[in-house]
């Protein structure tokens, strides 16, 4: 149980272009859903969290603009990185948080963004 | 700023051998915590956790001892296995943070076999 999946698994762009991720919770309903992203040998920095139905809430230093994020049912949830630029390319994980259940979070397998 | 940290950045075991895996944490309003352990290329997979009301909790094979007197947290590994190598990552949560998890810098452990 508690499942996360998260699509695509890998993507490669061009500078500019935007890409979605999109993150599901296959067998729980998520009403919270956390995205992370994370650089090669480093740990996960938390960027924002996202309630179903509501406004992401962002971490400090984190372009709202730029990483938007959409929660729009309990099992969705997705971020679109906008006019992607190198300096984007990193590791993003999302992970969700069990309705009733307060601290555990269950990852996804993450997503590999590269821009050319 | 208040981080949680981790002692060791690689561990280098042999097959069966026991693992233990060392965590400072500083935010002493913390009250829970996790470990995860990440694969290669894939996203962290839950382990085990701990409340701050406990000292220690045991899993199969893994056993987390949680020591709030000098705040630090370490995972036991029993008998480890080429499998088990992998980052791992403790990770709390305070009561003031809603459910945001801070991350550790995380671990490489590698297993000989």
């Known amino acids: 149980g508690a499942v996360v999946s998260q699509h695509p698994s890998r993507v490669i762009c061009k500078s500019g272009t935007s890409v979605k991720i999109e993150c599901r919770s296959l067998?729980?309903?998520?009403?919270?859903m956390f995205w992370y992203r994370q650089f090669p040998k480093k740990s996960l920095m938390l960027m924002a969290t996202?309630?179903?139905?509501?406004?992401?809430?962002?971490e400090q230093g984190v372009e709202k603009d730029k990483f938007l994020i959409n929660h729009a049912s309990l099992t969705l949830s997705t971020l679109t990185v906008t006019s992607a630029h190198p300096e984007d390319s990193s590791f993003y994980i999302c992970?969700?948080?069990?309705?009733?259940?307060?601290?555990?979070?269950?990852f996804g397998p993450g997503t590999r963004l590269t821009v050319l | 700023g208040e981080s949680v940290g981790l002692h060791l950045p690689t561990l280098s075991v042999q097959e069966g051998d026991n693992s233990i895996i060392n965590c400072a944490y500083s935010n002493s309003a913390s009250d829970y915590f996790i470990w995860y352990k990440q694969e290669s290329g894939k996203g962290p997979q839950f382990i085990i956790d701990i409340r701050s009301n406990m000292d220690k909790r045991q899993g199969q094979r893994v056993t987390v001892l949680l020591n709030k007197t000098v705040k630090h947290l370490s995972l036991q590994i029993a008998a480890t296995q080429p499998g088990d190598s992998a980052v791992y990552f403790c990770a709390e949560k305070t009561g003031t943070s809603g459910s945001r998890l801070t991350f550790g810098e995380g671990t490489q452990l590698t297993v000989n076999p």
């Open positions: 067998d729980f309903q998520a009403t919270t």
């Open positions: 992970s969700g948080r069990l309705a009733g259940e307060i601290d555990t979070q269950y």
């Open positions: 996202s309630n179903e139905g509501s406004k992401a809430t962002y």
